[in-house]
C-alpha cells in the first residue's frame, strides 16, 4: 500500500487494512512489520477492540480445527513422514487434477484430442522454448521439482510412443534469437505440430509485471512461421 501511494505509513496501513477485513500480512523476515502497529492503533481509537477480535477469530479457528494447539498423539498429521511425498497416490491425484484443469479455448475440425493408436503413425513437430526446456515450466512461488518427474510436451509425447522431432526456435522465453531457418525445417515435414509459447519466470514475477500481453521476442514470429 505504501508503493502504491495509498498510505503514507505503517501505521495508516495496519488502520486500512484491518478495517478492510484483511488479517493476513505476508512480511517475512521483517522485524518491524504493518500489524506489529496494531496496537498503537488500538490505543488511538483508529481500530475497535471488537474490530480486533473479529480479524483474530477466524485464524484461531481454522488453527484449532488444524489440531496445531492438540497433542501430537491427537494429531493426524503427525504421524506423516517423507515416504507420503511424491507418493503413488499423491502423483496420481496430481495427474487428475492437471487433466481435468486443462481449458481448450479452440477445437478446429475436432483435432484434439489426439487418438493414442495414432501416434506411431504420425510425424510430430514439438516446437518453442517450453517444448523441452524443464527449468521454464514452473511459475511463481512454485517449489523447486525433482527432475526426474518433471514431463516437458516432448518427453511425454516420446513417452507415449510418438514419432517425435524438436526444435526450440530460441533457447529461452525471451527469444531474443531465433533460428526461422531450423524450425522451417523441421514444421514442414510434420503432420501435427505443437507450439509451445510463453512468459514464465524468466519474464514476468511478483513486482515484474509488463505493460502488455505481447508474445515476448521473437515468439510471435515464431508461430506465424509455424503456421505458415
Known amino acids: ?51 480486533l477480535r473479529d480479524r483474530v477469530w477466524p485464524l484461531f479457528y481454522t488453527r484449532m480445527r488444524l489440531g496445531e494447539f492438540d497433542p501430537p498423539a491427537m494429531n493426524p498429521y503427525s504421524s506423516l513422514d517423507l515416504s507420503v511425498v511424491q ?15 486443462f481449458v481448450l479455448l479452440k477445437n478446429v475440425r475436432g483435432t484434439l484430442p489426439l487418438r493414442a493408436q495414432d501416434l506411431s503413425s504420425q510425424h510430430f513437430a514439438v516446437v518453442g522454448p517450453f517444448a523441452d526446456n524443464p527449468r521454464v515450466l514452473f511459475g511463481d512461488y512454485a517449489p523447486v521439482p525433482e527432475p526426474q518427474y518433471i514431463y516437458t510436451p516432448r518427453k ?6 510418438a514419432n517425435v522431432s524438436f526444435v526450440a526456435g530460441c533457447s529461452e522465453p525471451w527469444c531474443q534469437r531465433y533460428s526461422r ?36 521476442g521473437h515468439q510471435l514470429e515464431l508461430l506465424q512461421d509455424a503456421v505458415q
Open 87 to 101: 507418493s503413488p497416490e499423491h502423483r496420481n491425484l496430481s495427474l487428475e487434477a492437471a487433466v481435468k484443469s
Open 181 to 216: 531457418s531450423e524450425l522451417v525445417r523441421v514444421v514442414g515435414a510434420a503432420d501435427v505440430v505443437l507450439i509451445c509459447l510463453g512468459t514464465g519466470v524468466d519474464v514476468e514475477t511478483e513486482a515484474r509485471d509488463r505493460s502488455d500481453l505481447s508474445l515476448p
Open 156 to 161: 511425454g509425447l516420446e513417452m507415449l510412443g
Open 1 to 51: 500500500m505504501l508503493g502504491h501511494h495509498y498510505t503514507h505509513t505503517f501505521l495508516e496501513t495496519a488502520v486500512a487494512s484491518v478495517n478492510a477485513g484483511c488479517n493476513l500480512e505476508l512480511s517475512y523476515g521483517m522485524k518491524n512489520n504493518v500489524f506489529m502497529h496494531i496496537p498503537q492503533a488500538l490505543a488511538m481509537g483508529n481500530i475497535t477492540l471488537q474490530t
